[in-house]
């Protein structure tokens, strides 16, 4: 069965410093690989998706990911974070249609002013 | 997400009593799944539905049931509510997308707790 590792569980950082949120995985087969934002008092979001293809995935709000196959991971970066980015994100793991994603355990972006 | 709405937004109740939350969505998927958040511990799946006729336990199906009444309507109950089921719980939507991939769409989640 595929699984999530979320390595950090707080990430805080300076407004305008750059971030990455780290993700692995585990499976032994292809994958689907999803980030997703929750602001507060809000439902869950998608940031970006990688599904197949460039390994590289843009995202919304100035977010990309990497897809690394070898290294079994999906970090999540911004080169310059905003106050608003301010939440917690979420890295997800699908294999075939035949079962639903697997959720990390969350990373809590702060951006400190 | 408007296109998945959940009901009630917000619900304190007491140990013991039944507690239905409902979850409707209008983007025409087949597929609906309930989840409950808890600090530290990330989004759980406690069950899901490929289709109208097909329900399938999640990670932590213990204590709760759902119904599909509908394409559109996925609800979870709690038969007998206890305290370590205060939660937040997130009803979400997919569909199958050419390849195998499915991406799932949220609801804005419902603060249940139970006294």
């Known amino acids: 069965a595929q699984s999530v590792t979320q390595l950090d569980s707080q990430v805080p950082v300076f407004e305008e410093a750059p971030v990455e949120l780290r993700c692995n995985y585990s499976?032994?087969?292809?994958?689907?690989l999803f980030w997703y934002v929750q602001y507060p008092n809000q439902g869950l979001q998608l940031l970006l998706k990688?599904?197949?293809?460039?390994?590289l995935v843009k995202g919304i709000n100035g977010f990309e990911a990497e897809f690394n196959k070898s290294q079994t991971s999906f970090h999540l970066r911004k080169p310059s974070v905003h106050i608003s980015d301010t939440a917690e994100y979420f890295c997800?793991?699908?294999?075939?249609?035949?079962?639903?994603?697997?959720f990390g355990k969350g990373t809590r972006l702060s951006v400190i002013a | 997400d408007a296109d998945v709405t959940q009901t009630p937004r917000n619900r304190i109740t007491k140990t013991g009593k039944r507690i239905m939350l409902e979850c409707s969505q209008t983007?025409?998927?087949?597929?609906m799944y309930w989840y409950r958040q808890d600090p530290g511990l990330g989004l759980r799946l406690i069950y899901y539905?490929?289709?109208?006729?097909?329900?399938n336990k999640g990670e932590i199906s213990d204590g709760y049931s759902v119904s599909r009444q509908a394409q559109a309507k996925f609800s979870l109950s709690l038969e007998s509510a206890i305290p370590n089921q205060t939660a937040l719980y997130f009803c979400?939507?997919?569909?199958?997308?050419?390849?195998?991939?499915?991406?799932?769409?949220f609801g804005p989640g419902t603060r249940l707790t139970v006294l």
């Open positions: 979400a939507t997919s569909e199958l997308l050419a390849g195998g991939a499915d991406t799932q769409y």
């Open positions: 499976s032994s087969v292809s994958v689907y």
């Open positions: 990688y599904l197949s293809g460039s390994t």
């Open positions: 997800a793991v699908g294999l075939s249609g035949n079962t639903p994603l697997v």
């Open positions: 983007k025409g998927h087949d597929r």
């Open positions: 539905s490929f289709d109208v006729k097909d329900i």
